[in-house]
Structures are given as C-alpha cells and as structure tokens.
C-alpha cells in the first residue's frame, strides 16, 4: 500500500478474526520499528511480543479491562529504558523514542493488511509484572496487532484552522 494511502486509511482496531501475522510480516513489522529514529540514536527501547493466549487474557485485563485486546494475534509491549535515553534536565527522550518505534510498526502492520491499537490504558506494575519486565524499565504503551475485525469512519479530527498556522501562531495558513 502507498505509504499516503497507509496512513489515511489506519484506524484504531478494536475486534480482530483468529488467525495469524505470518513470521515474515511480523519480522518487518518489528524491523519497521528498529530503524526508527532515536534522540541521539541511544535506540532506549525493548519490546515484548505476547502471542500466548492465556498471557495475552492476563495483559487486556491490566489493560483497563479491554479484553478485546487478546484476539489479536499479538499484542506488543513498548518498553522504555531511561537510563539509556537522552534528555535535558528533567525531560528524557525515550517515551518519545518509544513511541515513534511503535508508531512505525503501527504504519508497516497497516501496509500489511493487519490491525492495530494504541494502548495508553494500563496499570504499569500489573503489565511489568505480568511480563517480567525489570523493574528499572518503563512500559510506554502496547499494541495489539492482528487481522481486523472493524471498520469504521474515521472519528472527527480538528480542524485546519485549529491546527495549522502560517508563519507565526495564530496566523492563517495561506493556500489551504
Ligand atoms: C497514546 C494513545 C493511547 C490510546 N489508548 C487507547 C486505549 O487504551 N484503548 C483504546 O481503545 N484506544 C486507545 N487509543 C486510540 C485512540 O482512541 C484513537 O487513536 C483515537 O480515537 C482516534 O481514532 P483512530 O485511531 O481510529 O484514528 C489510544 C491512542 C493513543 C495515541
């Protein structure tokens, strides 16, 4: 799919038919999130892949009850790790890092044909716990990943006008 078409036509994917990603999809779809960019290139990430059914039951239940979550194939866990991320004071990159590493898998598993769902609602400890994550680590957010199940419109986004300034703040864009 066009990489344009890909990102108009995602959709967050909350139902999802049984069956499987392939090992070679799910290679690239992990490798689209390898190669994404990273403060520094420090690359402050780990990412656990829950296939299990059993597990994955356990993790949408951390997940704020979203039991639709274990339908899909696999839900994937971004995990920062603070103490390689770069950052200035008191702000670290590495939420930032993670997320745009998932956000690439978001894109290459809709290129795919696969469906996906940002996960922000979650209990951290029940989630490190669950998969053994060091407790010095930090789960940013997870992603189911799996055949969809769902189509629906796209919920309303804000407007042009809102969004988008020319030059300075504030300022209409000229030509949109
Ligand atoms: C950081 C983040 C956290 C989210 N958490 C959840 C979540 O826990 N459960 C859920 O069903 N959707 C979640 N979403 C999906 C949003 O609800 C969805 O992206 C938004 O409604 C726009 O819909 P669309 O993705 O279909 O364009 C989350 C999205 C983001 C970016």
Not at 38 to 60: D, M
Not at 73 to 102: C, F, N
Request: negative net charge; charged residues 20%; glycine residues 8%.
């Amino acid at each position: 799919m066009d990489t344009i078409e890909t990102l108009m036509k995602r959709r967050s994917c909350r139902a999802y038919k049984v069956g499987k990603i392939s090992e070679e999809h799910l290679h690239i779809i992990l490798e689209a999130g390898r190669y994404a960019p990273s403060a520094g290139n420090t690359q402050p990430w780990r990412f656990v892949i829950t296939r299990g059914s059993e597990l994955k039951k356990e993790v949408a239940v951390a997940c704020a009850e979203q039991h639709w979550m274990a339908n899909a194939d696999v839900i994937l866990t971004g995990i920062g790790v603070p103490k390689e991320s770069r950052g200035h004071g008191d702000w670290q990159w590495y939420p930032v890092d993670v997320a745009i590493a998932m956000q690439n898998m978001v894109v290459a598993a809709t290129s795919l044909g696969y469906g996906t769902c940002w996960i922000g609602a979650f209990d951290q400890q029940q989630v490190k716990q669950l998969l053994s994550i060091p407790p010095e680590m930090h789960v940013v957010a997870l992603l189911p990943i799996g055949i969809p199940d769902d189509t629906h419109d796209a919920p309303p986004r804000k407007s042009w006008d809102l969004l988008f300034s020319g030059e300075t703040y504030g300022s209409p864009l000229a030509g949109s």
